[in-house]
C-alpha cells in the first residue's frame, strides 16, 4: 500500500469520527419524544411589545454565530438547553423586568434577578420613589439574540443582546441596545435562570 492511499485512509478515519462527535452534541434530539420544556427564563407569558405602542409582531429566535461554541457547552453541561427556547424565555423576562422595576415591584423581580442585581434595583426603585421620577415604559422589544454562552464550573451563562424602544416620561421614546447575561447552576432541579449583570450593548 502506498504513503499515498495510507494518508488518505487516515484522514478518511479521522473527519468520520469528528462527524460522528459533531453529530451527537448538536444533532440529536435529547430527552423525550414529548412537547419540549422551556429552559430559559420562565415567568407567566407576556405579550412582545404591549405598551404605549401597541402589539408588536412576535420577534423570531437568533442564536449569534458567536454564541455556537460557548452554547454547545452549555448543551454538553445541560442536556435540556435549548437555545430558541431559551431567547423566548430571556425575551419575556426582559420585558416582565422593566415593566416591574417600572412598577416598583420588588417581589416580581426578586425572581427574575440574582442577589447582587436585585440589591441594585432595590437601590433604584427607593432613589427614584424618593424623588417623584417615573420608571420606563417598554414600548416595543425589537430584537434579542444570543452573543455569548459559556460554562463557569457548574454554572452556565448566557449573554442576550437586547434592542428595545422605550418611553420615560418627560424624556421621550428612547431606543436601548443592553446586554443581559442570565446564569443558572446546571446541577439546580430549579430551571429557572436569572438576570446575573446589564451592560451597555
Do not use: C, H
Not at 59 to 73: L, M, S
Not at 90 to 102: K, L, N
Not at 139 to 164: H, Q
Amino acid at each position: 500500500m502506498s504513503n499515498q492511499v495510507f494518508e488518505i485512509l487516515i484522514l478518511a478515519v479521522v473527519a468520520a469520527v469528528v462527524i460522528g462527535r459533531l453529530f451527537s452534541v448538536l444533532g440529536q434530539r435529547r430527552g423525550s419524544d414529548g412537547p419540549a420544556q422551556p429552559t430559559g427564563p420562565r415567568p407567566a407569558p407576556v405579550e412582545v411589545g404591549a405598551g404605549a405602542g401597541g402589539m408588536a409582531a412576535p420577534i423570531p429566535p437568533v442564536v449569534a454565530p458567536q454564541g455556537g461554541a460557548g452554547v454547545a457547552a452549555v448543551m454538553q453541561a445541560d442536556p435540556a438547553f435549548d437555545p430558541g427556547t431559551f431567547v423566548e424565555g430571556a425575551r419575556t423576562a426582559y420585558e416582565m423586568i422593566v415593566q416591574a422595576f417600572a412598577a416598583g415591584d420588588r417581589a416580581a423581580l426578586q425572581g427574575l434577578l440574582n442577589p447582587r442585581v436585585f440589591e441594585a434595583y432595590d437601590r433604584a426603585i427607593t432613589e427614584r420613589l424618593a424623588s417623584g421620577g417615573k420608571g420606563p415604559e417598554l414600548v416595543r422589544l425589537k430584537s434579542a439574540e444570543v452573543v455569548d454562552a459559556r460554562m463557569e464550573g457548574d454554572v452556565a451563562r448566557v449573554s442576550v443582546r437586547f434592542e428595545a424602544e422605550l418611553a420615560e416620561g418627560a424624556y421621550g421614546l428612547r431606543e436601548t441596545k443592553e446586554r443581559w447575561t442570565f446564569e443558572r447552576d446546571v446541577r439546580s432541579r430549579d430551571p429557572n435562570w436569572r438576570l446575573s449583570s446589564v451592560a451597555q450593548a
